[in-house]
T-cell receptor
Framework: KAGVTQTPRYLIKTRGQQVTLSCSPI?????VSWYQQTPGQGLQFLFE???????NKGNFPGRFSGRQFSNSRSEMNVSTLELGDSALYLC?????????????FGEGSWLTVV | AQTVTQSQPEMSVQEAETVTLSCTYD???????LFWYKQPPSRQMILVIR??????QNATENRFSVNFQKAAKSFSLKISDSQLGDAAMYFC??????????????FGKGTKLTVNP
């Protein structure tokens, strides 16, 4: 059974551009969440989706947005990129976000903003 | 808001020895989950072990066990018979029963574990 798949794995963008990252959860999983990992701030929760609805959102500016499709795949978008957005973006999925379900992570998308 | 603190940025252990990684957390909730995740150089977060707060018995998974002290809000990870493959960043994480179910994890800053042959 395939794990959580994130694309692209690596990308370089210029300041001011926008970027879209994609996440395909494990088959049968309906809940997806996103995290940003940086050396300075560590792992920070961005947002989570369940059945195409955003359930929870972290403390990030409005430039960060996401969505989930009917097949549970999710995308996150960052507009007007800043140097500080350079990070590893991790996607995670679980069966239905029920308390106690195991959360599985993808290998992440490395974003470098120059 | 919940916080998770890992006070050891780096730890090292000799192969086959035992090492304990520390984690403390702050919460006003009574029921929650605590996790230890391992992040090897590939950067994929791998679940090592988890503990539900209402269960008094400490969780164990093969060579990995925890010492959960709810009153002290402490959740340490013990790795026995350390292997070279255990070398990684280890993150302690907290998950609450927010809105009846949430994937939101609050992570500590991590502990880098080195295993010496």
């Amino acid at each position: 059974k395939a794990g959580v798949t994130q694309t692209p794995r690596y990308l370089i963008k210029t300041r001011g551009q926008q970027v879209t990252l994609s996440c395909s959860p494990i088959s049968g999983h309906r809940s997806v969440s996103w995290y940003q990992q940086t050396p300075g701030q560590g792992l920070q929760f961005l947002f989570e989706y369940f059945s195409e609805t955003q359930r929870n959102k972290g403390n990030f500016p409005g430039r960060f947005s996401g969505r989930q499709f009917s097949n549970s795949r999710s995308e996150m978008n960052v507009s007007t990129l800043e140097l500080g957005d350079s990070a590893l973006y991790l996607c995670a999925s679980s069966k239905d976000a029920s308390y106690g379900n195991t959360i599985y992570f993808g290998e992440g998308s490395w974003l470098t903003v120059v | 808001a919940q916080t998770v603190t890992q006070s050891q940025p780096e730890m090292s252990v000799q192969e086959a020895e035992t090492v304990t990684l520390s984690c403390t957390y702050d919460t006003s909730e009574s029921d929650y989950y605590l996790f230890w995740y391992k992040q090897p150089p590939s950067r994929q977060m791998i679940l090592v072990i988890r503990q539900e707060a209402y269960k008094q018995q400490n969780a164990t998974e093969n060579r990995f066990s925890v010492n959960f002290q709810k009153a002290a809000k402490s959740f340490s990870l013990k790795i026995s018979d350390s292997q070279l493959g255990d070398a990684a960043m280890y993150f302690c994480a907290y998950r609450s029963d927010f809105q009846g179910g949430s994937e939101k994890l609050v992570f500590g800053k991590g502990t880098k574990l080195t295993v010496n042959p």
